[in-house]
């Protein structure tokens, strides 16, 4: 069911690749309720991904980018607002990748040229995307910005390594940034903390099938799926939370607030009997 909360607005969506995206998901649930976007990637995904299918299923443009170049997110913003006809209502940042956790090294063992790149391109391309934004005054006023992260910002989860870190970075910024960009422009921006998901950038996370069990198990409501997030993205970019701001909001099912659930005691007490 559609509701059309986003009847007349504008948006844009960074990071969508594939149909496995939650990027992918946020922008056909956003144009099916009533929004315009523009999508960006890197010149590299949009080759290797399926970008380009999107755009024609949503009639919209697909603008190329390094997320981590100033001068390719003005370009961006820029153009968005030529093609959309106005200043931009929201944006989704859906950027992340570690080199260090494609390379399988361990977290005491990190490659630091590797580290900057991940910090780059999974936090500080955020700071980038916001300054950028606001130095060309590209958003409207109560528009949103919504950045997805993980719990691993705030707790340690194995085979996550140096992006949990970024994530920590990402959510500082939302806070900061956010701020400043509402005092000064009325602009919320907040970031999502998603369930494990089983998208193509969360794959070469070490032990995700694992992982992604295990929260399933522990979750009182089960994993948040890429569809239900795409959901909750609408929401935050609509009208209905025009007040909320610098704000991390857990969606996982219950999953971050939980200690100890029946069904695992059951298996540890199980697991101490064998």
Same mark, same amino acid.
């Given at each position: ?21 939650? &990027?992918? =998901? ?5 144009? !099916?309720? %009533?929004?315009?976007?523009? #999508?960006?990637?890197? /010149? ?87 300054? &950028?934004? =606001? ?5 409207? !006023?109560? %528009?949103?910005?919504?950045? #997805?992260?993980?719990? /691993? ?89 025009? =007040? ?31």
């Amino acid at each position: 069911m559609n509701y059309g909360l986003l009847k007349g607005k504008r948006g844009i969506i960074f990071g969508a690749l594939n149909e496995q995206s939650i &990027a992918w =998901k946020v922008a056909v649930k956003a144009v !099916e309720e %009533g929004a315009t976007i523009t #999508l960006s990637n890197t /010149a590299i995904a949009i080759r290797m991904g399926q970008v380009n299918e999107l755009a024609k299923q949503l009639n919209c443009e697909v603008i190329a980018a390094d997320a981590t170049s100033y001068e390719d997110l003005e370009e961006v913003f820029k153009r968005s607002q030529e093609v959309l006809g106005g200043k931009i209502d929201f944006v989704l940042h859906s950027i992340g990748m570690s080199p260090n956790v494609r390379k399988g090294r361990a977290y005491d063992d990190l490659d630091y040229n590797m580290l900057n790149k991940t910090l780059d391109i999974s936090a500080i391309s955020f700071h980038k995307m916001l300054q &950028a934004a =606001k130095k060309l005054d590209t958003l409207a !006023e109560y %528009g949103s910005v919504v950045a #997805l992260t993980y719990m /691993a910002a705030q707790r340690t989860v194995f085979g996550y390594n140096d992006m949990a870190d970024a994530k920590s970075l990402l959510e500082s910024i939302a806070r900061s940034f956010g701020y400043v960009y509402g005092r000064e422009r009325k602009v919320r921006i907040n970031t999502i903390s998603q369930s494990p998901t089983m998208t193509t950038a969360g794959s070469g996370v070490k032990g995700i099938d694992k992982l992604f069990d295990y929260a399933e198990r522990l979750s009182p409501l089960g994993n948040a799926s890429a569809e239900e997030c795409a959901n909750y993205c609408v929401v935050m970019f609509s009208d209905l939370t025009r =007040k909320v701001t610098m704000q991390n909001l857990y969606h996982d099912g219950g999953f971050s607030s939980m200690g100890m659930s029946l069904d695992a005691m059951a298996t540890y007490e199980k697991g101490l009997e064998d």
